[in-house]
Nanobody, 118 residues
Framework: VQLQASGGGLVQAGGSLRLSCSGSGRTFTTYVMGWFRQAPGKEREFVASITWSNVTTLYTDSVKSRFTISRDNAKSTVYLQMNSLKPKDTAVYYC????????????WGQGTQVTVSS
């Protein structure tokens, strides 16, 4: 699976952005898709994930009720809708994929920068 993330940018606090991650490969629909982020000087952290069937979503506590992950398997694309953005959300955001039976995220996109100004 090859992943290509896009949609980052500069936004004021309280604003919104939608990130997209396009995947290639016939087996895209079988993968669990996720978003991670890495702020300057910090380790990469989990943000959200979604199963292939759109049934199960997980979020880190700091983004619950503000971010929504979704996917369109027909388009091989996963989205991260980010609302009520805060300066602490500033980071490089990465999409990732893993098989549902494996806990390791094996496939990563190149990252897209999100900057939230106060």
């Amino acid at each position: 699976v090859q992943l290509q993330a896009s949609g980052g940018g500069l936004v004021q606090a309280g604003g919104s952005l939608r990130l997209s991650c396009s995947g290639s490969g016939r087996t895209f629909t079988t993968y669990v898709m996720g978003w991670f982020r890495q702020a300057p000087g910090k380790e990469r952290e989990f943000v959200a994930s979604i199963t292939w069937s759109n049934v199960t979503t997980l979020y880190t506590d700091s983004v619950k009720s503000r971010f929504t992950i979704s996917r369109d398997n027909a388009k091989s694309t996963v989205y991260l809708q980010m609302n009520s953005l805060k300066p602490k959300d500033t980071a490089v955001y990465y999409c990732a994929a893993r098989l549902p039976t494996i806990s390791t995220w094996d496939y990563w996109g190149q990252g897209t920068q999100v900057t939230v100004s106060s």
